[in-house]
């Protein structure tokens, strides 16, 4: 059985970093994409970025340029690097596994929340 298990959320204020991971468990095949989504509070919850099996990456245009999404294929882990925090990254994050941006996700980890305060 598949589990994904994000940690590394927190407060923060902006203009700072923060670095979330994502740890898979169970049978995911190296050739799955991964990405993460975010829900801000009250508001649907939205694509963040994706990085293929060999590891081409994409963004959406709000996190651009402070983002980095990357991948260890050997660890399982799926990161996140966020810098240069604005008070609009206030959201729940979700590491989600073997899907695409524009379609739908088989796997879905219980989220974990970030925080940026002016």
């Known amino acids: 059985q598949v589990q994904l298990v994000e940690s590394g959320g927190g407060s923060v204020q902006a203009g700072g970093s923060l670095k979330l991971s994502c740890a898979a468990s169970?049978?995911?095949?190296?050739?799955?994409?991964m990405a993460w989504y975010r829900r801000a509070p009250g508001q649907e919850r939205e694509w963040v970025a994706t990085v293929t099996s060999v590891r081409a990456t994409y963004y959406t245009d709000a996190v651009k340029g402070r983002f980095t999404i990357s991948r260890d294929n050997g660890k399982n882990t799926l990161g996140l690097q966020m810098n240069s925090l604005k008070t609009e990254d206030t959201a729940v994050y979700y590491c989600?596994?073997?899907?695409?941006?524009?379609?739908?996700?088989?796997?879905w980890g219980q989220g974990t929340q970030v925080t940026v305060s002016s």
């Open positions: 169970g049978d995911i095949p190296s050739t799955c994409n």
């Open positions: 989600a596994a073997c899907g695409w941006h524009t379609t739908t996700w088989n796997y």
